[in-house]
């Protein structure tokens, strides 16, 4: 003989079927909202694309000591940057810290906090300077060497990534980065490098060493941009640019490097968009503001075209 279950226990059993069939009819309205918005979202992202390409050059046939000369890539669409699980910015980790390697000079210094500010308007994260710290004097013939043209020491990039840099990351960087004055190798098979950054592991470093070779402050501080924004973008997952003359083109030399403009192309405009959940507007603003400051005059204008350009799109 069944049980009698009481009036009170079936009506509070048919009030948590009628709440909980409610909640997911609310969800599934909330989900399909935010499907939608970023379904927008990703469809304005691509007509800014659009709007910007005039001002990019398509990347050419490279000269025999170029990047793409010597190193085969395929490059990264927008499309497969967003596909690939990239390491991005989270709610936990979003402060890019700063970390000097080593003593500099005045211009030096000068150079290191202008375009600490520019990866802040560049990416739209806070960046934090910590602490100067110093590469140890004497390492291992692993991880470091001497070479000529003139003597002088090099020091291996993943030894600083790898035993310097990981150990130290904050528990709310997005990324560690290094700047430092002594120059980098990767390996023996490269005479050096410019800088170098882990694709998923949020640390990267680059040198000051050669970046005034034959350079007036402007040129300097240029240069040091550049590798700075473009180790950075690694640090996010974002592999170099083929398509066009882009600040994440890989290069070989200086003049390959100067050749580089001091802004990501649209494919890679739309992954820095994309990964800090922001509007190309607002992010064209935050550059033009930038550069202002800094009487970049020339920068200030490419930026603020730039932000016209865009404007019918949002």
């Known amino acids: 003989m069944p049980s ?20 997911v009819g609310q969800n599934s ?80 210094t000068r150079v290191i906090k202008t375009t600490s500010d520019y990866i802040e308007a560049f990416y739209g994260l806070k960046v934090k300077s910590l602490p100067p710290k110093t590469v140890p004097a004497k390492l291992t013939a692993a991880d470091e060497r001497m070479i000529d043209y003139p003597k002088h020491r090099q020091v291996r990039s993943g030894y600083i990534l790898e035993k310097m840099l990981q150990p130290a990351l904050p528990e709310d960087a997005a990324a560690l980065i290094a700047f430092t004055n002594v120059d980098l190798y990767p390996d023996t098979s490269m005479y050096f490098v410019f800088g170098q950054a882990s694709l998923e592991n949020r640390v990267g470093v680059w040198s000051l060493y050669r970046l005034n070779t034959h350079a007036n402050y402007d040129t300097f501080l240029a240069r040091t941009m550049k590798i700075a924004v473009h180790e950075t973008g690694h640090m996010f997952s974002m592999r170099h640019c083929t398509k066009y003359e882009c600040v994440m083109s890989g290069t070989n030399h200086l003049g390959e490097t100067d050749r580089r403009p001091i802004d990501a192309c649209p494919e890679c405009m739309a992954k820095i968009c994309w990964m800090m959940k922001q509007s190309p507007k607002n992010r064209y603003n935050r550059l033009v503001q930038f550069a202002a400051k800094h009487n970049m005059t020339v920068a200030e204008k490419d930026f603020e075209k730039k932000s016209r350009a865009i404007a019918s799109v949002e």
């Open 4 to 23: 009698k279950v009481p009036k009170l226990l079936i009506i509070a059993i048919l009030a948590a079927v009628i709440s909980a069939c409610s909640g």
């Open 29 to 108: 309205a909330s989900n399909t909202s935010s499907a939608r918005e970023a379904k927008k979202d990703l469809a304005e992202l691509r007509a800014s694309m659009k709007k910007i390409e005039p001002f990019f050059k398509p990347m050419g046939k490279p000269g025999p000591i170029d990047w793409m000369a010597t190193n085969k890539e395929q490059g990264q669409t927008f499309e497969e940057y967003i596909d690939g699980s990239p390491t991005v910015p989270t709610d936990e980790r979003k402060i890019i810290y700063v970390q000097p390697l080593g003593s500099f000079t005045a211009e030096q």
